[in-house]
């Protein structure tokens, strides 16, 4: 290999363009067995964004595409939305499958195998109230000719004017004009409610609902209840399991009749055996780890029973792992290989576990293990390397002092370049990445986004502030009214190690988040806490002015999330004032860049318009970039391009940084 060449941090010539990162942005998603076939839902910005169904089949054929563009396979259940489809395989015509449809939000039914069907046919009905009728989790009951689902159903124009129950879709399409055809399995008693699992027999089925003003993960309720009657209902409802203050984040039914469940009874979510008849739970393997996560969409599958009694568990520390559960003996054994994060959507055929996952080098792929011969391989969406992987990061779990000796996790993304190093003696600029949720978690895996600044010679600190998920209910709570300072001051805590010790050029300090994340990168630029750390800050689709997040701007599932992490705003209005960035704009002096989704119903663009408003003539740089028709969260390929390109542009504007093809950015 030939000598580096000593270039100025931020300089370095690299091929990770913004186009590779938006063709690469996403993941597979709801990954599950149909017979013999795999199927799973995949990231198509080049597309408008959509979500494509695909499938494998038994013999390896594949993947192709269920549906052709431009079906696009999600809901908007939660707005963050839940699993979008099911289908079940048959005896002749080949697999009849249920999806949900993003553009009109109505569930379908398709028979791809069929030419003679003429395509997907809706089974649910439009309606105008509000936000209109959504539908997830589906479960396909061929014998009955239904559906079972979620409905979510506007009752009024208000984002929080809805209501959520279980339903029977008929699959002839009677209810497609019609919806007093869905007809209702129980009667309304959450908010907030998972499709209905049913036992082995039928008789029995499981479910999980909450209410406000908790989230899932602070406190559910297992329901069980018995299945009677014709056509059949859920009767005889009662709570197994739960409350508010332990979180239920699924329950599964074993081949056997037995009821596991993974609750956080003990402080982690650890995997449980529930009795029935009784709610006496037995703790399977008692570990601090945590064997599910916070359950922000429905239908989640952290773990899956298999055939021989052993149970196929994702689990981890602030990471996900692989592994297998011998619930008799406790015994459990991780999966060999690369692959460090595994996503909650187990599927499961006879011997065989198949999942999604990912690892520092690679990206996300369909993986299978043969539980009877422990042999792991790729069956789908293999990794392949889009540039050179010396252009790749090289990451570092570390764990740093935060205030008051509490721990910090955070991943350390150094520079990396094979043809490029920096000026000895002098440290590269970090960006600090504070992560969405807040109740949520940086992994640990390859991404393009993160490998387009490294690769530049800027380096990336992710940071599991106090309050992320992984770590345990402890480090949970340490959020509980202290949104807007404890992840202010970790986030600091974190740049001001790395600058302490040399790994980061102290003066070249930026900070980055989006959504919730955006809302802690904004806080920073106004609290003491990290008073003249940053040089810059990139502000995402954001939380800005808590008063009138906690009225109607934003939507129902995170309309209470404030009262833990601020508290009551009826009690402490004053506190909500505070805590906001659109109160203290006198106190921004960096430079910043808002971008902003204009169909986003979480973060909605008013909360970027008022601190817009609230800095106007103070003479403090900034950019506003807008993109129609995006939400929460980018996903067109020319909106992920356009964000990244800008987001560079202004570190090398801040860090005082020259390079000959910098993109264009106004401040």
Known sequence: MSAKTVLPYGSWPSPVEASLVAAHDGAPEYLDAVGGELWWTAPRPGE???????????????????????????????????????????????????????????????????????????????????????????????????????????????????RRVPVAVPLDGSAAGDRSAVRELAAERHRFVTGPRLSPDGR?????????????????????????????????????????????????????????????????????????????????????????????????????????????????????????????????????????????????????????????????????????????????????????????????????????????????????????????GQAPPYVVWAHGGPTSRAPLVLDLEIAYFTSRGIGVAEVDYGGSSGYGRAYRERLREQWGVVDVEDCAAVARALAAEGTADPARLAIRGGSAGGWTAAVSLVSPAAEGLYACATIKYPILDLTGWAGDETHDFESHYLETLIGPLREVPERYRERSPVHHADRVTVPFLLLQGLDDPICPPVQAERLLAAVAGRGVPHAYLTFPGEAHGFRRATTIERAVEAELALYLRAFGIDRPDAPALDL
């Open 48 to 162: 408008g964004g959509r979500r494509a169904l695909l499938r494998l089949t038994g013999d390896g054929t594949g993947p192709v595409s269920v549906l052709p563009p431009p079906w696009n396979v999600r809901n908007r259940v939660l707005e963050y939305g839940g699993r979008p489809w099911a289908a079940v395989p048959r005896d002749q015509g080949g697999p009849l499958a249920v999806f949900t449809h993003f553009a009109d939000q109505r569930l379908y039914a398709v028979e791809p195998d069929a030419a003679a069907t003429g395509g997907p046919r809706p089974l649910t009905p439009l309606s105008a109230t509000g936000g209109g009728l959504r539908w997830c989790d589906p479960l396909i009951r061929p014998a009955l000719g239904e559906v079972w689902c979620v409905l979510e159903e506007f009752t009024g124009e208000g984002p929080t004017d809805v």
């Open 204 to 424: 029995r089925a499981v479910w999980l609902g909450w209410d406000h003003p908790r989230m899932p993960w602070d406190g559910t309720e297992l329901l069980i209840a018995d299945v009677t009657g014709t056509p059949p209902r859920l009767t005889g409802v009662r709570v197994l399991a739960g409350g508010p203050e332990e979180s239920v984040a699924q329950a599964e039914w074993a081949p056997d009749g037995t009821l596991l469940a993974a609750t956080d009874r003990t402080g982690w979510w650890n995997l449980h055996r529930v009795e029935p008849d009784t709610g006496h739970a037995v703790n399977l393997c008692p570990l601090d780890e945590e064997f599910a996560g916070p359950l922000w969409r429905i239908g989640p599958r952290w773990f899956a029973p298999l055939g021989d009694g052993t149970v196929a568990v994702v689990h981890g520390r602030g990471d996900a792992r692989l592994g297998v559960l011998d619930p008799d003996t406790g015994d459990l054994v991780d999966v060999p290989g690369p692959w460090t994060e595994w996503s909650p959507a187990l599927a499961v055929r006879d011997t065989l576990v198949s999942g999604i996952a990912a690892g520092p080098h690679r990206g996300h792929e369909i993986v299978t293990l043969d539980t009877a011969t422990g042999h792991c391989r790729v069956v789908a969406e293999p990794h392949r390397d889009a540039v050179d992987p010396a252009y790749y990061p090289e990451p570092v779990a570390r764990v740093l002092p935060g205030p008051g000796g509490r721990e910090i996790h955070a991943r350390i993304y150094p520079p990396r370049n094979p043809r490029a190093t920096g000026p000895d």
